[in-house]
Nanobody, 126 residues
Framework: QVQLVESGGGLVQPGGSLRLSCAGSGRTFSSFDMGWFRQAPGKEREFVAGISRYGGYTYFLANSVKGRFTISRDNDKNTVYLQMNSLNPEDTAVYYC??????????????????WGQGTQVTVSS
């Protein structure tokens, strides 16, 4: 069993930055592929970023955030991060992290993933 807790959300002005954290419990955290997703009001949940298990040598980002967001992980701290720069109002959403062991393709699809966090709100507004 893995519990995921997101933090770092908040209100930020357009052009600003935030770093989200997703802290996982358990000694097997490093064996999970991890992903970030977001859901804006009235919209479906969408994939944002994914990073492979263990060393995190493979990762990918949704086209909408490429060049602005980066994903990383620190297995010693059981934490995955989402660094968000150049934020704009369209990035406003609840951001969720997820963990799964079926590979990054499964992470990107975002369906029936093993574990989800409770989400953290990100609001980009002046």
């Amino acid at each position: 069993q893995v519990q995921l807790v997101e933090s770092g959300g908040g209100l930020v002005q357009p052009g600003g930055s935030l770093r989200l954290s997703c802290a996982g419990s358990g000694r097997t955290f490093s064996s999970f592929d991890m992903g970030w997703f977001r859901q804006a009001p009235g919209k479906e949940r969408e994939f944002v970023a994914g990073i492979s298990r263990y060393g995190g040598y493979t990762y990918f980002l949704a086209n909408s955030v490429k060049g602005r967001f980066t994903i990383s992980r620190d297995n010693d701290k059981n934490t995955v991060y989402l660094q968000m720069n150049s934020l704009n109002p369209e990035d406003t959403a609840v951001y969720y992290c997820a963990a799964d062991r079926r590979g990054l393709d499964g992470i990107r699809r975002g369906v029936n993933l093993d574990y989800w966090g409770q989400g953290t709100q990100v609001t980009v507004s002046s």
